[in-house]
């Protein structure tokens, strides 16, 4: 048995086991799995050498053909049982789609599961980081007010979900693509419902109507497939691609963007912050709009010139515009969220260019963004769970309460911003490529624009909640508050990743060993070494206040933003996507 | 080996070229002004007080913005990688400013947001200036830089916008709302005091030094015009500096963000033309 058929088939079957069990028992089951998983994955970077290839019996294609319209069917349903129009529509427009798909006949056939290097390192951070992000769940959701069937459910999704991820990034066969595309909808659509009341209904069904638009557009490049390449094979259609007729990749990227939620498809993203925060976590991290970055890596040598350069424009627009809106904000969650999506703007921009630089540089940009933003939102968990808390604004001096969870949120933030972590070095090397493909077509002058501006933004993001995190004054005594080993230690764990994740980058030379190990020196030993040797005799003073004796309460600052910005970036966008299918077109 | 000497005595020299500039800037007003190693002696002043510290997140920030600074300069000597360093001076900033925001204090916090608004303005340009040299000279070292001929010609445009960053960095008028003197009680030094206020004032020579080698990599392989430009701009700067008058932030932000990002496209899409 190979290791990718036990990554998609393990997950499944513990999803069934932990339905079936007691708390306890499930906890140990899950975390047993977990590991398990996550050793799988790594086993496989090591044993893995040539591209695995299998070509799948004729049994599953009608099993999958017929998973497709039950899935397909569901959506109709919930359509119609929830009179949402949009929902309706889409379904019957893809079952439309999906049968003159099934009609067309391709005759070049290839493997249906390939596994190259990128398939193993999305195998890490889906099972490493999702299974971290499971076993947080499992404390989280017995605080939740359901039903124990419906807690084990909401695990059981989960491995799921795992089992689904792992599966799409093995396979080569784009219906496949396609059905594992509409079942990651479907998880995403159960999940963000799950809590059942009206806004959660609202979002998920937002998130349906959406994610649609991609398994759409999936099926019309499937069309176009076909009919010009006899093909639904990525490989065969990459290989014989014809520079004048492009429309299968240019739909393609079309669902990339919609799973990457990229502008303006953003809002089923923001609209999963209603769901219980691992799904948030999973969605953002492991899973989910990780396919977006995947499957623009995969079109890449597929890219025309054109292709490639409007694609990497709207992903740094993307990237520029979600973190400009996000100054804005002041949930906690919708911060965390769209950074996301500008930073999978940027992983979109990067995989669209294509060169064996950029290719790192995306592929270290999906790992770190991963494990940071997990980090994150598990911090972002605890808040509301320990010390019910959503708005940044409210948190005021946490540092007294929880130096532990203020510490880790600083560290998620650092990670994506400074050296020597590899957020930071995905960005660095994001420039140097931009800076290289300057010099071949300056209209990527505008990319690297972007991709500065929006840099910057972020790093005045983040500062934004750090703001109201750090400040400690005189006298305010640290009262800790306890926090649950299951929420701390899948932190911790999180933690330990980034740290490997400095070494890994360090053994691959992505930057000179001097720009790697001083910044580390200077972010966290240096400060450790100050801390335990110095200011125990130091005096302390109270702030100086110019005389004023009031009390005084320190806001985050705010910008804002007035709605008009809003509109024209999403007006930006549209047009970028018309501009992409016409200039294919023509 | 003097490169070595260069990087040890490099905050020292900063707080030479800070002495000599109040010098400067005083005659410029038809003062006498401060003697040249006034800086020396706050210094030592600075060093007898007694130690008071609001929080020690806050003291260890506000020093570790001074060593990474100082490794800043190191690197710039050394000849690393441009962009790199760019980035490693942002991590100096954001430890002042994390160390500004850390304390209970409005004037701390209003000093950190600014510099943090400031650091929105002037980021995105020295990226562009990072990119220029490496469209000139092919790669991002700065010792290949310094191998190359002057790259001030096809750099001119960015070399403008270089010179509306210059200000900001060191504090001068008009681009000085983030310390703006009185105004805002010092802003994110208000809470340090004596040997600890002694490491931010290092710091501001260790940025003077900072953004004279930044200048100077304009002058490629060519020292003569190196040092030209040096004085130069340095009496130009401290010209302006007295000659006009502060403006708010966000027109700092307006004005340097909009004209230097347009200079510094035209200069890159220029490049890649010719």
């Known amino acids: ?59 599953f294609h009608n099993l999958f053909i017929l998973l497709d319209g039950m899935v397909l069917l569901f959506f109709l349903w919930q359509g119609v049982k929830t009179k949402n129009s949009l929902v309706k529509i889409f379904a019957l427009f893809q079952i439309v789609l999906y049968v003159v798909v099934l009609l067309l006949s391709p005759t070049l056939i290839s493997n249906d599961v390939l596994i190259d290097e990128i398939s193993s390192v999305m195998y890490l951070i889906i099972n490493i980081v999702g299974g971290i992000i499971i076993v947080y769940a499992l404390k989280y959701i017995e605080s939740e007010e359901f039903s124990r069937a419906k807690k084990n459910g909401f695990i059981a999704m989960l491995f799921f979900f795992l089992s689904v991820m792992n599966f799409i990034v093995s396979t080569n066969n784009i219906e496949i693509f396609f059905l594992l595309f509409e079942l990651t909808t479907l998880c995403s659509y159960i999940l963000i419902g799950y809590r059942g009341d009206e806004m959660s209904v609202l979002n998920a069904q937002k998130a349906l109507w959406m994610n649609q638009i991609g398994g759409v557009a999936i099926l019309v490049a499937l069309i176009f497939s076909i009919l010009q390449y006899k093909t639904v094979y990525f490989d065969v259609l990459i290989a014989n691609i014809d520079a004048f007729y492009l429309l299968p990749i240019v739909f393609l990227a079309i669902a990339a963007f919609v799973k990457g939620a990229s502008i303006p498809f953003d809002k089923w993203l ?23 970055p995947y499957l623009m890596l995969k079109l890449a040598p597929a890219m025309s010139g054109f292709v490639s350069l409007t694609i990497t424009l709207l992903g740094t627009f993307v990237f520029f515009a979600a973190s400009l809106l996000a100054l804005g904000k ?80 600083i560290v998620g933030f650092a990670s994506l911003t400074i050296p020597p972590f590899g957020a930071f070095i995905a960005k660095f090397m994001a420039i140097e490529t931009i800076a290289s493909e300057i010099i071949k077509n300056p209209l990527y002058v505008f990319a690297l624009i972007f991709l500065a501006l929006g840099s910057a933004f972020l790093t ?3 500062f934004k909640v750090v703001t109201k995190l750090f400040v400690k004054d005189v006298e305010t005594k640290t009262v800790d508050i306890k926090i649950s080993k299951f929420y701390t230690i899948p932190s911790y764990l999180l933690l330990i990743l980034l740290v490997v994740g400095i070494y890994i980058s360090f053994e691959l030379e992505l930057l000179s060993s001097l720009e790697i ?31 004023e004796k009031d009390d005084i309460q320190l806001n985050m600052y705010y910008f804002h933003m007035p709605s008009v910005i809003k509109k024209d970036i999403a007006i930006i966008a549209v047009v970028g996507m018309c501009i992409l299918i016409l200039g294919v077109l023509l | ?85 760019i980035f490693l001076h942002l991590l100096s900033s954001i430890f002042l400013i994390l160390a500004g925001f850390s304390v209970k204090s409005i004037y701390s916090h ?60 060191l504090k001068k008028s008009p681009f000085d709302a983030t310390e703006a003197h009185q105004e805002i009680v010092g802003g994110v030094e208000i809470e340090f005091s004596g040997i600890f206020f002694e490491f931010l004032y290092m710091a501001k020579w260790l940025e003077y030094i900072f953004v004279y080698l930044l200048l100077m990599l304009f002058a490629g392989d060519n020292i003569f015009l190196g040092i030209g430009l040096f004085i130069g701009v340095f009496l130009l700067l401290n010209l302006i500096d007295n000659a006009t008058a502060r403006i708010k932030m966000k027109h700092l932000i307006k004005i340097v963000l909009s004209l230097g990002l347009t200079l510094g496209m035209c200069n890159l899409i220029g490049l890649a033309y010719v």
């Open chain 1, 1 to 59: 048995m190979t290791t990718y058929t036990l990554l998609i088939a393990a997950p499944l079957f513990f999803a069934l086991v932990v339905m079936v069990s007691g708390v306890v028992i499930r906890n140990i089951f899950a975390i047993a799995f977990v590991i398990g998983l996550s050793f799988l994955s790594i086993s496989n970077i090591f044993v893995f050498h040539a591209p695995t290839e299998t070509i799948l019996p004729h049994f």
């Open chain 1, 270 to 292: 923001l609209g999963a912050m209603i769901a219980p925060t691992p799904v948030s976590a999973i969605l953002h991290s492991a899973t989910m709009v990780k396919i977006a």
């Open chain 1, 330 to 409: 002041d949930y906690f969650k919708e911060i965390l969220g769209y950074s996301t999506i500008a930073l999978l703007g940027l992983m979109m921009a990067l995989a669209a260019i294509g060169t064996p630089e950029a290719i790192v540089a995306c592929l270290t940009l999906i790992v770190f963004h991963a494990i940071s933003k997990a980090l994150l939102f598990l911090q972002a968990g605890i808040l509301e769970k320990s010390f019910h808390l959503k708005y940044v604004n409210d948190i005021d001096g946490l540092i007294n309460n929880s130096p532990l969870v203020v510490f880790f949120i």
């Open chain 1, 460 to 462: 005045l993001l983040y």
């Open chain 1, 517 to 547: 190990i001083v910044p580390l020196f200077l972010v966290a030993i240096v400060p450790l070494l100050f801390a335990l040797i110095l200011f125990k005799k130091a005096d302390r003073v109270k702030e100086y206040n110019c005389g």
């Open chain 2, 1 to 85: 080996m003097i490169e070595i000497l260069l990087i040890l005595f490099a905050p020292i020299i900063g707080g030479f070229i800070y002495g000599f500039e109040r010098v400067v800037r005083a005659r410029m007003q038809n003062r006498q002004g401060p003697p040249l190693l006034q800086p020396f002696y706050d210094m030592f002043k600075l060093i007898d007080k007694q130690a008071f510290i609001v929080n020690p997140y806050h003291t260890i920030l506000g020093i570790m913005h001074f060593i990474t600074l100082w490794v800043v300069v190191a690197f710039i000597i050394m000849g690393q990688n441009l962009l790199y360093v």
């Open chain 2, 110 to 169: 209003i000093g950190s947001n600014r510099e943090l608004l400031a650091a929105l303005a002037y980021e995105p340009i020295l990226i562009m200036i990072a990119v220029g040299f490496f469209m000139v000279n092919g790669s991002f070292d700065i010792a290949v830089i310094r191998e190359h001929d002057a790259s001030i010609a096809s750099l001119f445009l960015l070399f403008l916008a270089y010179l509306m960053v210059m200000p900001i960095k």
